[in-house]
């Protein structure tokens, strides 16, 4: 148990239907992030959240629309998706977001399948 | 963030101690040099970094060659729930939190 949930672990979605994944932390971290992971392929960082405020944004197409509401929730708002958008979206938190060495604590991840 | 390089697989007998190599020869002077594990249907999970000394905590030891251009995670007795792909990061002290994931080192466990 990282702090970091999300939900729901499990994602089947249509190619025209509108979904959300979720992300808590409950450590009290400034700081949130989204990665996808694809079959065969690096983790690769969407976006990036300091304080609320959106601070990166890795040209993400914009059927991926990211929500964070305040410091311990995180959404990932979904629609329109292609089937070559299944993959494994991680959450991750950190304290701060600066480069002081320090820590980045995972969620579980939700396996999205894009039919 | 300078790259680094990691074999794609290792192999370690169960109980064993096991040694993860990394080289980052264009590592630089304000590099931290970082390990995350991904277990299987996880999310992956901080291990341990370090800037110049050897560091030791519960999961692993990290020891770093004097020039800073390897390293090598040191799990000292390996289980059966080590069995994990192995990140090893660099990250500037002054940039900003982004992880920059390669392909790690599938670290397979034998019984």
């Known amino acids: 148990e990282t702090g970091v949930t999300q939900t729901p672990r499990h994602l089947v979605m249509g190619m025209t239907n509108k979904k959300s994944l979720k992300c808590e932390q409950h450590l009290g971290h400034n700081a949130m992030y989204w990665y996808k992971q694809s079959a065969k392929k690096p983790l690769e960082l969407m976006f990036v959240y300091s304080l609320e405020e959106r601070v990166e944004n890795n040209s993400v197409p914009s059927r991926f629309s990211p929500e964070c509401p305040n410091s311990s929730h995180l959404f990932l708002h979904l629609h329109t998706l292609q089937p070559e958008d299944s993959a494994l979206y991680l959450c991750a938190s950190s304290r701060t977001r600066t480069g002081l060495g320090d820590t980045q604590y995972f969620g579980p991840g939700t396996r999205l399948t894009v039919l | 963030d300078a790259k680094t390089t990691q074999p794609n697989s290792m192999e370690s007998n169960e109980e064993e101690p096991v040694h993860l190599p990394c080289n980052h020869s264009?590592?630089?002077?304000?590099?931290?040099i970082h390990w995350y594990r991904q277990l299987p249907s996880q999310g992956p999970e901080y291990v341990i970094h370090g800037l110049t000394s050897n560091v030791n905590n519960r999961m692993a030891s990290l020891a770093i060659a004097e020039d800073r251009k390897s390293s090598t995670l040191i799990l000292h007795r390996a289980t059966l729930r080590d069995a994990a792909v192995y990140y090893c990061?660099?990250?500037?002290?002054?940039?900003?939190?982004?992880?920059?994931f390669g392909t790690g080192t599938r670290l397979t466990i034998i019984p």
């Open positions: 264009t590592i630089s002077g304000t590099d931290y």
């Open positions: 990061i660099l990250r500037d002290v002054f940039g900003n939190e982004k992880l920059t």
